[in-house]
């Protein structure tokens, strides 16, 4: 069974704090995705990774691809209230069962 | 453009109940997806298609059937509710770019489902 682990699972920190999310598995993707999600609603894509060891940006979110693209990390500098959600990583393996994290879950108070 | 919709956004069940849930997209993807989501567990894919007329076993697919007999429409049916399938429900489409690249999941609202 392909699995994708996230960590930590929750996390609460106060605004301005910088902090990182993890994705790992022993699995390699062809693609890995990072969607956002607001209570009540549907995950909202991110940004996507297609190269090992790419880094996107944005604004105040940096997103890297690991070499090996067995795993990815996102950054967020300043936090701030607007960015508490549920952060979910997506891996691609090329076919069509695709894998979800079991999520993030961010709270920044301000 | 609306997206992705689903229907309804709620519904209580009894145990031994049948239901549908109706997810469409105007979005011409090829491709739709099936999720639930549970605390703690993530998205985990019941069901998927590849395209009109076809449909394919995911993750967690026991208990639940499927029909995409129009290409805008994917149908989730629960032919008989365990209170184990209280979930939220997720639908998605989605294409795939150049070179075998998946391009975004757009998803649904949800439907929150729950089963007595």
């Known amino acids: 069974t392909q699995l994708l682990e996230q960590s930590p699972q929750f996390l609460s920190i106060q605004e301005g704090e910088n902090l990182t999310v993890y994705c790992n598995s022993s699995?390699?993707?062809?693609?890995l995705q990072w969607y956002r999600q607001e209570p009540g609603e549907g995950p909202v894509l991110l940004v996507t990774v297609v190269t090992g060891g790419e880094v996107k940006k944005l604004k105040r979110l940096t997103f890297q691809f690991g070499d090996a693209r067995k795993d990815s990390s996102l950054h967020i500098t300043a936090a701030q209230p607007g960015d508490t959600g549920l952060y979910l990583c997506?891996?691609?393996?090329?076919?069509?069962?695709?894998?979800f994290g079991a999520g993030t879950r961010l709270f920044v108070k301000a | 453009n609306a997206g992705v919709t689903q229907t309804p956004k709620f519904r209580v069940l009894k145990t031994g109940q049948s239901m549908t849930l109706l997810c469409a997209q105007d979005?011409?993807?090829?491709?739709m997806y099936w999720y639930r989501q549970d605390p703690g567990m993530g998205l985990r894919l019941i069901h998927y298609?590849?395209?009109?007329?076809?449909?394919a076993k995911g993750e967690v697919p026991d208990g639940y059937n499927v029909s995409r007999l129009k290409k805008q429409n994917f149908l989730l049916g629960l032919e008989s509710a365990a209170p184990s399938q209280t979930s939220v429900y997720f639908c998605?489409?989605?294409?795939?770019?150049?070179?075998?690249?998946?391009?975004?999941?757009?998803f649904g609202p949800g439907t929150r489902l729950l089963v007595l």
């Open positions: 998605a489409s989605s294409y795939k770019g150049s070179g075998g690249i998946e391009e975004t999941q757009y």
């Open positions: 699995s390699v993707f062809s693609s």
């Open positions: 979005m011409n993807h090829e491709y």
């Open positions: 997506h891996g691609d393996t090329g076919g069509f069962k695709t894998i």
């Open positions: 298609s590849v395209g009109e007329g076809t449909t």
